[in-house]
C-alpha cells in the first residue's frame, strides 16, 4: 500500500513540475522573441511583446523583461521612460547590477540613480523605496565605494563614508562610534546581513572586524539615528544593513588571496548562481595577522610599571572567518552564517593598561589572551502577496560561544588587587603574583519567531498609502558559564560553581510595531510606533514605546526632511549579571544589578540635492541628540552614570564623471552637556568636534587601471577616563581614614584629629588627580590604492597609513592606544 501512494505522489510531483517547467519554457521562449527583436533593432515589437506578458513573468524573468525595457527606451532616446523602467527594475531587485555587455548609457543610468538619491533600499521602513523617501538620513555604500576607500574591514568602511561615525579604541574589540555615543564593545549600533541581527543577545556586541566579509557585499545601508521604531532595543544610535550579492550576480566562482606585511594574510571565495527560480549564494572568507610590535614607554602606562613591545592589529592565534550561504527559492528564503573572530587586545585590561607577553599565558581550549566569538546565525522566511497586502513570515536562530580573556596585569601589586572583587583571602593569595588574568566564557542560545506586512492601501495621481505592521518573539538563554582568575600565567583559582549558577538565566522578549506612510503630492508623512515588552531574568519587566515621525517635502532636484525618534538599548544581560555576581557573591555594596535602558531622542533636519548638475549629490544634516542612562564601567562593575545632550551638523556629497569620482563626508558636533559620573563635562571625550572624509578614484588613460586615495581628518580630542594608579590610592586612603575615624569617634584624641584631618586634605588632593582629563592632537592619515584589470583577473594592491604617522585614539576605560602605522596589502582574484 506504502509503495502505490508512494507512486501515485511521485506521479502527482512529476506531473506538477513538467507543467511548471513548460509554462515557464513557454514564458521564456517569449522573452528570448522579444530580445530577438530588440537585437535586430525592431524596438517597438519588443516593447510589445513584454508588455503584453508583463503580469505572467515569474521573478528572474520580470527582471530581465524590465532591464530590456528599458534598453527599448534608451534606443529610442527616451529618456525619461527609460528612467523610469529602471527604477520598476530596481524595485523588483533592489541589489541589480549590470553586467559588461549593457550598453554604457544603461549602465551610467543605473549607477546614477543607485549611487544617487534615487537609489533604492530596504532598511528604513522594511519596504523597498528611494533615498529621497526614507524617514531618516540615510548612507549609502556600494561596492566600487568600498573598493575605492581601500578598506580592510567593516570599521573603516562606515568610518570613510558615514558622517558621524569615528573609529574609537578601548583596548579590546575592533570598535566603531556614532556622535560621540560609545561604549567598551561596539554595542549601541544594531549590524544586520540582509536583516538578520549579528548582535549577541548577551552582550550587544556586533564587532565591525574581520569576521564580517567586504567581500560578499554588495551595498551597505547605514540608517543614521534612532532606529528603535522598527528595530527595538538594539538600534540607539544607527543601523547598519549588509546587503549580500545574490546568485545571479556572480553566476559562477570568484575566488581572491591576499598577503601584507605584519603577517597579514587572507581568502576570500564565493559561489554564485540562478537556475529558473532558485537563487543561491556561498561565501567564505579567512583573515590572519601577527600584528605590529609598537615600543611604549611605562609613562604612557596605567599603572606605570615597566616600559615594553605591544602588538597592535593582531588576530589571535585562530584567524577569523566569514561563511555563508543565501538560498532563494520563488517566495521561500533560507539565511545561514557562521563567524569567528579573535582579536588580540594591545594592552593589559581596562585602566591598568600596560605591556603584556602573550605566550606566557596559559591557552583556555586552545585560545590565549584575546576577544573571542564563534557565533552562528540562520533564519528561514517566506512571503506571499496577498492582493494589496504582503506577508511575511520569519524564523531566526542565534548561537556564540563568548569568551573574553583578559590580562589584568604582569607585575605583583596590591594597587591593582584592590580595585578587584577579590575577599581578603584571595588578596592574600594574589598580592606577591604575576601574571594575574581574567578569564570568562559563556554559551547563548536564541530563538525567533516575526511576522510583518504591508498594506498598500492606496494609489492614485495625488495619494499614495501604505501600512505596515509586524510583531516579534524572542526567547534567549545563557548555559554554561565559567568566571574565574587565575596568577602565574598558568595557575587557575578554583572555579566556584555558586557564580556558575548565578550567570545563567534566560529572558523573552515581545513587541509589535505599526507604520503610516502616506504621500500627497509632494509630500510624505512617515510616521511608527513600537511597543517592546521584556521579561528580564530575575523576573523584572521593561515596557518601552518608542516613536519615530518623519515630514518630508520632494521637488525633482532636492528635498527636505524633518523627523523626530526615540530610541532605546536595555543593559546588556552581562552587565547586569555581572553587577548581580558581584553585589550578591563578593558582598559589594555599591552595586546596583538594577541597571535602567539607555536612551536617545534624536531631532535631525535634512536637505538633500539630487543631480544640480550632472553627477553632483550632497546631503546637508543638522541634528540634536538627548541621551541619558549612558551605562559606563567603573573597573568590574558597570552604573547608569552618563548623560549627553549633542548638536551637530553634517555634510556628505559625491561627484561621479566618466572617469573621476569623489566621496566626500563631513561632521561637526559638540553638547550643551556631558555628564560622566556626576562629572559636567563641557565638551565631548574621545571624539572629534570636526571630522572630515575623501575617497577619490581615477580611471587612468592606462587601460583597466584604477586609483584611489582615501584622506581623513580628526581634529584634537579630549581623553577622559579613571586614572588607576590614584584611585587605588584614592581607596587605600579612604578605608585608612575611615578606621581611623572609628577610632576617633571612641577615643576622640588631639593626635587622631590631626590625622584625619591630613588625610582628608590628601583625599581632597588625590580627588582632583583619579580622572584623566587631557587633549591629544588631530591627525591626517592618508591611505592609497590601485586596482588592474585583465578579463576575468584582478589585482589591487592598497596601502594603509601611507605615511606611517603614529598617532593614538582613546575610549572608554581606557588610556590612550597606539593605532595601525602603514599597513599594506596586495591580491590577486579571479573570476571563473
Known amino acids: ?216 557585499v554588495k551595498q551597505i545601508e547605514v540608517l543614521r539615528g534612532p532606529a528603535s521604531s522598527l528595530y527595538g532595543g538594539v538600534s540607539l544610535t544607527a543601523v547598519v544593513n549588509i546587503i549580500t550579492w545574490q546568485g545571479a550576480d556572480i553566476d559562477g566562482v570568484k575566488v581572491k588571496a591576499g598577503i601584507g606585511n605584519f603577517g597579514q594574510l587572507r581568502a576570500d571565495a564565493m559561489l554564485g548562481k540562478r537556475y529558473f527560480d532558485v537563487d543561491f549564494l556561498l561565501w567564505g572568507s579567512i583573515y590572519k595577522a601577527k600584528g605590529e610590535k609598537r615600543y611604549i614607554d611605562k609613562e604612557d602606562t596605567g599603572m606605570k610599571f615597566d616600559s615594553g613591545d605591544i602588538t597592535i592589529g593582531g588576530i589571535g592565534n585562530k584567524p577569523s572567518f566569514d561563511i555563508g550561504l543565501s538560498l532563494k527559492y520563488k517566495h521561500l528564503e533560507f539565511f545561514y552564517n557562521t563567524q569567528y573572530s579573535q582579536v588580540q587586545a594591545p594592552l593589559t585590561m581596562m585602566f591598568f593598561y600596560s605591556p603584556y607577553d602573550i605566550e606566557k599565558y596559559k591557552t583556555f581550549n586552545g585560545i590565549r589572551p584575546s576577544y573571542t566569538t564563534l557565533s552562528h546565525h540562520a533564519n528561514i522566511s517566506y512571503n506571499q502577496q496577498l492582493g494589496k497586502v504582503w506577508l511575511k513570515g520569519t524564523v531566526t536562530y542565534d548561537n556564540s560561544d563568548l569568551t573574553h580573556y583578559q590580562v589584568i596585569t604582569e607585575e605583583p601589586t596590591t594597587s591593582v588587587l584592590s580595585l578587584l572583587p577579590f575577599n581578603e583571602t584571595v588578596q592574600k593569595m594574589l598580592e606577591d603574583k604575576a601574571g594575574i588574568y581574567r578569564y570568562i566564557n559563556g554559551q547563548e542560545n536564541t530563538i525567533g519567531v516575526k511576522l510583518q506586512g504591508d498594506w498598500n492601501y492606496l494609489s492614485n495621481k495625488n495619494h499614495k498609502g501604505n501600512f505596515s505592521f509586524g510583531s516579534e518573539y524572542s526567547y534567549f538563554k545563557l548555559e554554561d558559564v565559567r568566571y574565574t582568575f587565575g596568577y602565574e600565567y598558568f ?131 543638522t541634528f540634536y541628540n538627548r541621551a541619558k542612562d549612558l551605562i559606563f564601567l567603573m573597573f568590574s562593575s558597570h552604573d547608569n552614570a552618563g548623560e549627553m545632550n549633542s548638536y551637530g551638523l553634517e555634510l556628505s556629497g559625491s561627484y561621479q564623471a566618466k572617469r573621476f569620482s569623489v566621496h566626500f563626508n563631513t561632521t561637526f558636533q559638540d553638547v550643551f552637556k556631558n555628564k560622566i559620573y556626576g562629572k559636567d563635562l563641557d565638551r565631548l571625550t574621545n571624539t572629534p568636534r570636526f571630522m572630515a572624509n575623501s575617497i577619490l578614484s581615477w580611471k587612468t588613460p592606462l587601460k583597466n587601471l584604477e586609483l584611489h586615495t582615501h584622506m581623513s581628518f580628526y581634529s584634537k580630542q579630549e581623553e577622559y577616563h579613571l586614572e588607576a594608579k590614584s584611585y587605588s590610592t584614592y581607596i587605600q586612603l579612604a578605608t585608612y581614614y575611615a578606621t581611623l575615624y572609628e577610632q576617633y569617634m571612641v577615643n576622640p584624641t588631639t593626635e587622631i584629629e590631626q590625622d584625619l584631618k591630613i588625610i582628608g586634605q590628601r583625599l581632597s588632593v588625590i580627588g582632583e588627580e583619579i580622572t584623566v582629563q587631557k587633549d591629544y592632537p588631530a591627525r591626517l592619515l592618508v591611505n592609497l590604492g590601485a586596482r588592474y584589470t585583465i578579463n576575468n583577473l584582478e589585482l589591487t594592491f592598497n596601502i594603509h597609513n601611507l605615511f606611517n604617522h603614529k598617532y593614538s585614539q582613546s575610549g572608554m576605560s581606557t588610556g590612550l592606544i597606539p593605532q595601525k602605522g602603514l599597513w599594506f596589502m596586495g591580491t590577486i582574484g579571479y573570476k571563473f
Open 1 to 216: 500500500m506504502k509503495k502505490i501512494i508512494f507512486t501515485i505522489l511521485l506521479l502527482i510531483g512529476c506531473h506538477y513540475h513538467v507543467s511548471a517547467q513548460n509554462e515557464y519554457d513557454q514564458l521564456r521562449s517569449i522573452y528570448d522573441n522579444a530580445e530577438e527583436s530588440y537585437n535586430i533593432g525592431r524596438l517597438d515589437e519588443a516593447e510589445k511583446i513584454l508588455t503584453e506578458n508583463l503580469k505572467r513573468f515569474p521573478s528572474n524573468l520580470l527582471q530581465s523583461a524590465y532591464r530590456l525595457l528599458a534598453l527599448c527606451s534608451l534606443g529610442k532616446d527616451q529618456d525619461e521612460e527609460a528612467e523610469e523602467r529602471t527604477r520598476f527594475l530596481l524595485a523588483e531587485n533592489p541589489y541589480f547590477s549590470t553586467n559588461a555587455n549593457d550598453p554604457q548609457r544603461f549602465i551610467d543610468m543605473v549607477e546614477r540613480i543607485k549611487s544617487g538619491r534615487m537609489a533604492t533600499i530596504t532598511t528604513a521602513s522594511s519596504q523597498s523605496e528611494t533615498l529621497n523617501e526614507v524617514p531618516v538620513p540615510t548612507t549609502l555604500i556600494t561596492t566600487e565605494m568600498i573598493r575605492s576607500c581601500g578598506a580592510s574591514n567593516l570599521q573603516e568602511v562606515l568610518a570613510a563614508y558615514v558622517p558621524g561615525m569615528h573609529v574609537i579604541d578601548c583596548n579590546d574589540d575592533i570598535n566603531i562610534a556614532m556622535r560621540g555615543i560609545y561604549s567598551n564593545s561596539q554595542e549601541k549600533i544594531l549590524i544586520m546581513v540582509n536583516g538578520h541581527r549579528l548582535n549577541s543577545y548577551c552582550t550587544n556586541i556586533a564587532a565591525p572586524d574581520y569576521s564580517i566579509s567586504l567581500e560578499k
Open 491 to 621: 595557575n587557575t583559582l578554583p572555579e566556584m560553581k555558586e557564580i556558575q549558577d548565578y550567570g545563567t538565566g534566560h529572558e523573552s522578549n515581545l513587541n509589535a510595531f505599526i507604520q503610516l506612510k502616506h504621500q500627497w503630492k509632494n509630500f510624505i508623512l512617515n510616521a511608527g510606533l513600537r511597543f517592546d515588552y521584556k521579561q528580564r531574568y530575575d523576573d523584572s519587566h521593561i515596557r518601552e514605546f518608542s516613536p519615530r515621525v518623519a515630514l518630508i517635502y520632494m521637488q525633482p532636484k532636492w528635498n527636505l526632511k524633518l523627523s523626530y525618534s526615540k530610541s532605546f538599548i536595555d543593559a546588556p544581560y552581562l552587565y547586569r549579571k555581572t553587577n548581580f555576581v558581584l553585589a550578591k557573591f563578593f558582598e559589594d555594596t555599591s552595586v546596583s544589578a538594577d541597571l535602567s535602558p539607555e536612551s536617545l531622542h534624536s531631532l535631525q533636519l535634512t536637505f538633500n540635492a539630487v543631480e544640480w548638475f550632472k553627477g553632483f549629490n550632497f546631503e546637508i544634516n
